[in-house]
């Protein structure tokens, strides 16, 4: 049945695509002139001309979206406009995080198109991919290759002009690194996968770079738990797809593991490496206190995930230790835009601190007015340090300890 859908399909996309060349290239003023007494007087040909370029947008449109990973490309979107909001500091501009989330959009599709140029031949071995667009053959590989490099150019120079450099040169890094490195990487290393998780993460750093123009210490909470989530969300698959995974040709992790012990270590101590997040989030001033709460409630939730696929390695674990990394990331990143600071809370705090200050740690100064006679005795608070003050002190003692005191 489905043969008999895609043959129909097929053919009703030759027989439009020979007609409009058919009637394109005739020069003849009769033969245009009887094909539009032929339209004209026969609305059966009309509709049946209308449901072809129906028939033809669905088909490339399927493929498309095919092509482009829809929902992986999506979820990509989500981390970089999570990006955006939290790099915003206060008021979001909506119509920037719109280019940001459009350009991010289309430099994903382009590089998951290229993706599957490149393993053509291995998804057509592999059950779960073989009935994509190219391997199918729904589309030839240089239609495929010029969608790739359109929507690839066209979101790198959105970003480019509608954000900044910074974000445009994070976009096209990234879409090098998947489509150059981590692609042809899986045939040869099961690195692959930290390679990807790379991949992964710098999304939400491109949509910080879009809202403030730089990258700090406080825009790497975010790419960091990409980071670490990855690595158990795809040792979880790579774990109950190995048999496909072999059959295609790539270098997982967990084929050189037949016991799917070390598989699911590795997996267990990236969930652990995720508890932290939370306490830094707060700490540099990034979320409120509650979060903190709430990250460590569900980083401990796919770790006792992860504990029990190490202790029962079954395809049945792996799949719910699977489907707890799915739910992790939303929740994680609703939290941050639930529990994020703005600047103007970050000031209203420190300027409460200063105003709840004992006498004992407050300075007395001195003024000279313009003519230098009077002296007024004011009371100057102690400032206080933003929360990243401290990462120039420790882990790197090298570096100066900034100053924050305003000109």
């Known amino acids: 049945m489905i043969g008999t859908t895609m043959f129909k399909r097929n053919w009703n996309c030759a027989t439009l695509y020979s007609r409009l060349v058919n009637s394109s290239s005739s020069s003849s003023l009769h033969n245009f002139t009887h094909i539009r007494s032929t339209f004209s007087s026969s609305p059966s040909v009309s509709a049946s001309k209308s449901n072809d370029l129906i028939s033809l947008a669905r088909h490339y449109g399927n493929c498309y979206s095919q092509l482009s990973k829809a929902r992986l490309s999506l979820l990509v979107v989500a981390t970089s406009g999570t990006g955006f909001v939290l790099g915003s500091g206060g008021a979001v501009d909506l119509s920037m995080l ?21 393993e053509i031949k291995n998804d057509a071995i592999m059950r779960r991919t073989s009935q994509r667009p190219l391997p199918s053959g729904r589309i030839t590989v240089p239609h495929a ?4 490099s359109s929507v690839g150019l066209a979101g790198t120079a959105l970003l480019a002009t ?13 879409l090098v690194l998947y489509s150059f490195v981590y692609t042809p990487l899986k045939q040869i290393h099961p690195v692959n996968t930290w390679v990807g998780a ?19 210490l ?34 997982m992790y967990s084929l050189a593991d037949p016991s799917g012990r070390k598989t699911a270590m590795v997996a267990m101590r990236n969930s652990i ?84 200050k004992s006498p004992s740690s407050v300075e007395t100064s001195e003024m000279d007015d313009k003519n230098g006679n009077q002296k007024i005795k004011g009371r100057q608070g102690t400032r206080a340090r933003p929360p990243v003050a401290y990462a120039s002190i420790a882990p790197f003692p090298f570096l100066p300890a900034p100053s924050y005191d305003i000109v």
Request: hydrophobic share 50%; charged share 10%; proline share 3%.
């Open 98 to 118: 719109s280019y940001t989330c459009l350009g991010t959009m289309m430099v994903a599709a382009s590089a998951s198109t290229l993706n599957q140029v490149f």
């Open 145 to 148: 290759v010029g969608w790739a």
């Open 162 to 174: 509608q954000t900044n450099m910074l974000a445009a040169g994070l976009a096209a890094s990234n």
């Open 198 to 216: 790379v991949v992964g993460a710098i999304p939400p750093l491109l949509g910080w770079a879009a809202a403030s123009g730089d990258i700090s």
């Open 218 to 251: 406080n825009s790497l909470i975010l790419p960091a738990a990409l980071y670490f989530w990855q690595i158990p969300h795809f040792m979880a698959l790579a774990y109950m797809c190995r048999e496909d995974y072999a059959a295609g040709g790539f270098k």
């Open 273 to 356: 490496y995720l508890i932290p997040l939370g306490f830094l989030a707060y700490d540099w001033g990034v979320t409120s206190g509650w979060f903190c709460l709430e990250s460590t409630a569900l980083t401990l939730a796919i770790s006792a995930a992860a504990f029990s696929f190490y202790r029962d390695r079954t395809k049945e674990r792996a799949r719910r230790m699977f489907h707890a990394s799915l739910l992790y990331l939303p929740v994680f990143m609703a939290g941050l835009l639930i529990h994020r600071r703005t600047d103007n809370q970050h000031f209203l705090e420190v300027n409460a601190e200063g105003f709840m």
